[in-house]
């Protein structure tokens, strides 16, 4: 039983370089989530897609984009990478919106 | 402004005691909690939640209690073991169309043998 697969588990990036977070579930999910974990801040919503087709932002949206390619994979982009966004970035999904969500295993990103 | 609130950083608990973790949230219009629970390099996993129109919800040795109003709820663990050691979430269904979650910084759980 997969669940949610994020990848990368790790990764090391430049100020300024992109790239893209990786989010796959396989329970025919409709609502998919990112989030990002920082110490003494709990789990803050970056962005979310309520059901294929729609994405919204979050509480902190600003320096990432995503793409809800399908129904089953969205993606987080960050365009220009700063030290601020150095971050545990976690993937979930919903049934619906507000039911429980089952999260991924995190992203460990660290900006230099 | 924080909606959710876990007060306590950590919590440090002998094995076999009871481990009491609580939550304060301001929005009224919240109608449903859930606790979650999260070892180190792993994500959060869902433990147990409760519905705003109950004031507990039991399961095994995990019990949430729910006073609305307070705007408070607990989770209580008993008896508590070594492998419960992990951060609590505590979070809560948003009010609107979308009904997304928010957590609280959450609560380091330590038992100790």
């Known amino acids: 039983n997969a669940g949610v697969t994020q990848t990368p588990k790790f990764q090391v990036l430049k100020t300024g370089q992109s790239m893209t977070l990786q989010c796959a579930q396989d329970?025919?999910?409709?609502?998919m989530y990112w989030y990002r974990q920082d110490p003494g801040m709990g789990l803050r919503l970056i962005y979310y897609s309520a059901s294929e087709g729609t994405t919204d932002k979050g509480e902190v949206p600003n320096g990432y984009n995503v793409s809800r390619l399908n129904k089953r994979e969205f993606s987080l982009r960050l365009e220009s990478a700063a030290p601020s966004q150095t971050s545990v970035y976690f993937c979930?999904?919903?049934?619906?919106?507000?039911?429980?969500?089952?999260f991924g295993q995190g992203t460990r990103l660290t900006v230099v | 402004d924080q909606q959710v609130k876990q007060n306590s950083p950590s919590l440090s608990v002998q094995e076999g005691r009871i481990s009491i973790l609580n939550c304060d949230y301001t929005?009224?219009?919240?109608?449903?909690f859930l606790w979650y629970k999260k070892y180190p390099a792993e994500g959060p996993t869902f433990l147990i939640s409760?519905?705003?129109?109950?004031d507990k919800n039991e399961d095994g040795r995990f019990t949430v209690f729910l006073n609305k109003s307070a705007k408070h709820l607990s989770l209580h663990i008993v008896p508590s073991q070594p492998g419960d050691s992990a951060v609590y979430f505590c979070?809560?269904?948003?009010?609107?169309?979308?009904?997304?979650?928010?957590f609280g910084k959450g609560t380091k759980l330590s038992v100790k043998p």
């Open positions: 329970m025919n999910h409709n609502s």
């Open positions: 929005n009224s219009m919240f109608d449903y």
């Open positions: 979070a809560a269904r948003g009010g609107g169309s979308q009904g997304n979650l928010i």
């Open positions: 979930a999904s919903t049934h619906g919106p507000g039911t429980e969500a089952f």
């Open positions: 409760i519905s705003s129109i109950k």
